[in-house]
T-cell receptor, first 111, second 109 residues
Framework: AAGVIQSPRHLIKEKRETATLKCYPI?????VYWYQQGPGQDPQFLIS???????DKGSIPDRFSAQQFSDYHSELNMSSLELGDSALYFC??????????FGPGTRLTVL | GQQLNQSPQSMFIQEGEDVSMNCTSS?????WLWYKQDPGEGPVLLIA?????ELTSNGRLTAQFGTTRKDSFLNISASIPSDVGIYFC?????????FGTGTRLQVFP
């Protein structure tokens, strides 16, 4: 069965640079969620979209923004990167607020 | 914010043993979910619970939605080496998931 696709899988950036993470949800899933997981931590909710509109917002820094496009894929844009942004970033998708299925994640390292 | 506490924090067991872990919250949730995460990978959904008191099984896994809606339990029977990983509970009221602190399971042959 098709799963959530995230790209890139690994990303290395310098401080103050910008990063863009992409998420392709499972076909026919209209809701996308972004989570951040620091080393040894549980995933923390950042933001979600339903039918291309932002539906909920968590502890997402103002330096981050995200959107969902007409084909339902989503992008998380991160600017002025800081060392503390180094983490695993997961995208999850669901069919209209039902069970969330997670992608393999993007490991972001900020040097 | 909401906090989900999982216990135990880690477990070291022998292959074939049964495992129990639980998750408690200071808040009520409408849905409880259990995920397993391997290192560097995304969480994989194991069981979803939608009703207080509900008991659901998935193979060797059994989970229960506590009657107070503030807790949930996961049991794994006859553990095998591939059960190794981190188990997270998650509560949901709207759309976002609130994750527990995780239980790290090690299984020795």
């Amino acid at each position: 069965a098709a799963g959530v696709i995230q790209s890139p899988r690994h990303l290395i950036k310098e401080k103050r640079e910008t990063a863009t993470l992409k998420c392709y949800p499972i076909p026919r899933h209209d809701t996308v969620y972004w989570y951040q997981q620091g080393p040894g931590q549980d995933p923390q909710f950042l933001i979600s979209f339903y039918e291309k509109m932002q539906s909920d917002k968590g502890s997402i820094p103002d330096r981050f923004s995200a959107q969902q496009f007409s084909d339902y894929h989503s992008e998380l844009n991160m600017s002025s990167l800081e060392l503390g942004d180094s983490a695993l970033y997961f995208c999850a998708s669901s069919p209209e607020y039902n069970e969330q299925f997670f992608g393999p994640g993007t490991r972001l390292t900020v040097l | 914010g909401q906090q989900l506490n999982q216990s135990p924090q880690s477990m070291f067991i022998q292959e074939g043993e049964d495992v129990s872990m639980n998750c408690t919250s200071s808040s009520i949730f409408n849905t409880w979910l259990w995920y397993k995460q391997d290192p560097g990978e995304g969480p994989v959904l194991l069981i979803a619970l939608y009703k207080a008191g509900e008991l659901t099984s998935n193979g060797r896994l059994t989970a229960q939605f506590g009657t107070t809606r503030k807790d949930s339990f996961l049991n794994i029977s006859a553990s095998i080496p591939s059960d190794v990983g981190i188990y997270f509970c998650a509560g949901r009221n709207t759309d976002k998931l609130i994750f527990g602190t995780g239980t790290r399971l090690q299984v020795f042959p």
